[in-house]
């Protein structure tokens, strides 16, 4: 049987499911995670905080995990408190349970390409029409034409993600307010990728207060390097919070999850520490690239995206046939890296030497 045999939902009927490759190869830089393994005494910490929880398994974990949300919010500042906060498994659960309260059919959502690309998947599986708006050429994007794509759409949903994945540039400011005055529905802010921007650019945290339908999503998995402990979390005004609490399922945050969470957040000196490291590999990679004579775009992010000319999957799979795995976004002429530690860019920098 295959699956256009079972009576699956019509709009599903036909579509591929989110799928980078998980191959094994020695230099795996294609889903932007961190590069670097948790330190001794951070796994020790984290360790003790799942073993205090293993005796009561018996038990449902804090259905509003309380705590959790109260040590995000004082990592985040901004005078924010636990009613501001909601966290869920991975900002891919987040924004499902957002478009779950704020969507849904007979609703729409909007963004703009080239984007993050489970933002329209996760609208096809609530239900909500997806509306893809596009950036300009050079992947910026214009208040004014921003403003218009609303004014054309009037959608219950607006998702902006700054830095923008795949292309790396954080949104300029201006854009976030002119949407969200113009917006009559909830903008989500994608900033996945927030703690790798280049000094000078505001988080659109600075704008809660003045928004009530702003809504940040942030993720444990990139900066933390805790991609396998699947934590996101949002900053919203409180009433948003408590409509999620009308979609999220009962315990849907395990308490192994929510204790090493904790644990994490806790030492995210030790795990932040990453973040310069990374940065500098970046900023190496898309100077180098512009050496060579590649262009690429300004990244605030963990990763670059440059064009190779030509088809990209053929150079796509040139470097991984060197042992370099990256991600083609489905961007002709675009592929996109991931920084990670010196040796894996000493590794991509010498593969794309093939590619000239
Ligand atoms: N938003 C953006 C822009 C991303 O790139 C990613 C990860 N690829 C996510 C959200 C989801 O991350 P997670 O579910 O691991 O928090």
Do not use: C, I, K, W
């Given at each position: 049987m295959r699956i256009d045999d079972l009576p699956i939902r019509d709009d599903l009927r036909g579509k591929s499911p989110y799928g980078a490759p998980q191959l094994d190869v020695?230099?795996?830089?294609?889903?932007?995670?961190?590069?670097y393994p948790l330190p001794d005494d951070v796994v020790e910490a984290i360790g003790k905080a799942v073993q205090a929880e293993l005796r009561d398994l018996n038990r449902y974990p804090d259905r509003d995990a309380v705590a959790l949300r109260t040590v995000l919010a004082d990592y985040l500042?901004?005078?924010?408190t636990t009613d501001n906060l909601w966290a869920a498994n991975g900002s891919n659960e987040v924004q499902q349970q957002l478009l779950q309260a704020f969507g849904g059919p007979g609703r729409t959502a909007l963004g703009f390409g080239p984007?993050?690309?489970?933002h329209p998947l996760l609208a096809l599986g609530t239900g909500t029409e997806w509306i893809g708006a596009l950036r300009d050429p050079d992947f910026g994007l214009d208040p004014d034409k921003a403003v218009a794509e609303l004014a054309k759409h009037d959608p219950d949903l607006v998702f902006l993600c700054s830095p923008n994945n795949p292309t790396g540039t954080a949104l300029d400011p201006e854009v976030i307010t002119a949407v969200l005055e113009r917006a009559r529905g909830v903008v989500i802010v994608?900033?996945?990728?927030?703690?790798?921007?280049?000094?000078?650019?505001?988080?659109?945290?600075?704008l809660l207060s003045e928004h009530p339908r702003l809504v940040v999503s942030r993720t444990m998995s990139k900066a933390f390097g805790f991609a396998g402990g699947r934590l996101g979390y949002f900053a919203a005004h409180p009433a948003v919070v408590e409509a999620i609490q009308l979609v999220r399922?009962?315990?849907?945050?395990s308490a192994l999850t929510q204790a090493a969470a904790r644990a994490a957040v806790a030492q995210r000196d030790a795990l932040l520490a990453t973040v310069e490291a990374i940065k500098e590999q970046r900023d190496r990679i898309v100077r180098t690239l512009r050496e060579r004579g590649y262009r690429v775009a300004d990244s605030d992010a963990n990763f670059v995206l440059f064009e190779v000319g030509g088809d990209q999957k053929i150079a796509w799979q040139r470097l991984l046939d060197q042992g370099v795995l990256i991600r083609?976004?489905?961007?002709?002429?675009w592929l996109r890296v991931t920084a990670g530690t010196p040796a894996e860019t000493d590794a991509f920098l010498q593969a794309t030497e093939a590619l000239k």
């Open positions: 020695a230099v795996r830089l294609n889903t932007n995670e961190n590069s500042g901004h005078g924010l984007s993050y690309s489970m994608d900033e996945a990728y927030a703690e790798f921007a280049r000094a000078g650019t505001p988080s659109a945290l600075t399922l009962p315990y849907h945050l083609d976004v489905g961007l002709p002429g």
